[in-house]
């Protein structure tokens, strides 16, 4: 099945600068790419996606790249604030609608 | 809000005991997930039904199991429960790829 490796397992920024998460896929067939963000005790929370026909795709301080080549996509969150500290994850499926998620990335933004 | 509904928010029982996990997707949404997150642990895929029929089983125990009904809701059986149960329980829905997540059932085995 497919297996998502997200890195890193956590990450601390100062508020303001921007956070970075990468995720690697192996199944080159999985074409839509979902990222969610959970806050503690909550549900996660779909936050962007891309498909496999779009290299990037933007929504306002968050933005997704998708590398088909690579199998690797990334998340990228400009002018961090402190209402992003959150558990993030990214997740990918080919098309039968089952998500393999990654492991999860722990986002501190410090004030 | 994402418009799926799960029942209870909190449960505590006991070792050995059986509980049932109720999910309401979204309106219009056919299919329905049920996820398990332990503790600092991600999303483990459990099984996923469409429109009343099992679609994909993923790390489901077979102490577990689950059935959609006519009406489209969802209802997650756990038996023998035992310590290593504990954990929150999601229920999404989707009609296309998105998944919507419900607001997770917590179990507590002591």
């Known amino acids: 099945g497919e297996n998502v490796e997200q890195h890193p397992s956590t990450l601390s920024v100062q508020e303001g600068d921007s956070a970075v998460i990468k995720c690697t896929y192996s199944d080159s067939a999985s074409n839509y790419f979902p990222w969610y963000k959970q806050e503690l005790g909550k549900r996660p929370q779909l936050i962007i996606d891309?498909?496999?026909?779009?290299g990037e795709k933007k929504d306002q301080r968050i933005a997704v790249t998708l590398n088909k080549t690579a199998k690797h996509f990334s998340l990228h969150i400009t002018e961090t604030q402190p209402d992003d500290s959150a558990v993030y994850f990214c997740?990918?499926?080919?098309?039968?609608?089952?998500?393999?998620f990654g492991a999860g990335t722990t986002v501190t933004v410090r004030a | 809000d994402s418009g799926v509904t799960q029942t209870p928010k909190h449960l505590i029982t006991a070792t050995g005991q059986r509980v049932t996990l109720r999910c309401s997707p979204r309106s219009g949404d056919l299919s329905v997930y049920w996820y398990q997150q332990s503790l600092d642990q991600g999303l483990q895929f459990l099984i996923q039904y469409y429109n009343g029929e099992e679609r994909a089983k993923g790390n489901i125990l077979e102490r577990f199991s689950a059935q959609q009904f006519p009406d489209l809701h969802s209802e997650l059986n756990l038996s023998s429960l035992e310590l290593g149960d504990s954990a929150l329980y999601f229920c999404?829905?989707?009609?296309?790829?998105?998944?919507?997540f419900g607001p997770g059932t917590r179990l507590l085995v002591l």
């Open positions: 997740a990918a499926s080919k098309g039968d609608y089952k998500l393999s």
């Open positions: 891309i498909r496999s026909n779009v």
């Open positions: 999404a829905s989707s009609s296309l790829e998105t998944q919507y």
